[in-house]
């Protein structure tokens, strides 16, 4: 089992207005803030601030991105942040799902159809298991 220790791994140091964003964020955890948000133009550097605050705090993390696409480009980055500690992606399984359907004007019922994605569901199984199994793990996951 691992020790929980974040390592991580960069070329670059916090500049500009990232150090005073890493130190407010990590004073609002300590201070038990239960809701905190990071604002900043595309390639601003969020991610980097996340993965600093990530490191320096050395507690499981889950990272949640409102669709599968900013999900993946979040688990690549971590993943090179991070390679040494357990980054997990945690999605739908599904590449398809229909629910079901009424359609009361011509009495017509549509059953659910849907399509998993094996290497998905593979994935999540992952996920599981780093959580179970050690205190170092990102989970990188799409809401």
Request: glycine content about 6%.
């Given at each position: ?14 500049a500009?207005?990232q150090?005073e964003?890493?130190?407010?964020l ?18 601003s550097?969020?991610?980097?601030t996340?993965a ?7 507690r ?8 599968k ?5 979040l ?9 040494e ?11 398809y ?5 009424y359609?009361p004007g ?7 159809d ?20 050690r205190r170092d ?7």
């Amino acid at each position: 089992m691992s020790t929980g220790v974040f390592i991580m791994h960069s070329q670059y140091t916090p500049a500009g207005d990232q150090p005073e964003a890493i130190a407010r964020l990590i004073s609002g955890i300590e201070d038990g803030a239960h809701h905190q948000t990071l604002k900043g133009i595309t390639g601003s550097g969020k991610t980097f601030t996340m993965a600093n605050v990530i490191h320096r705090q050395n507690r499981p993390t889950l990272i949640l991105a409102p669709n599968k696409t900013l999900t993946a480009q979040l688990y690549d980055e971590m993943k090179q942040f991070f390679p040494e500690n357990a980054v997990e992606y945690f999605v739908s399984y599904y590449d398809y799902f229909q629910p079901e359907v009424y359609i009361p004007g011509n009495d017509r019922f549509i059953p659910k159809d849907s399509a998993i994605n094996e290497h998905l569901e593979r994935l999540r199984l992952s996920t599981t298991k780093s959580l179970i199994e050690r205190r170092d793990t990102i989970v990188v996951a799409s809401v």
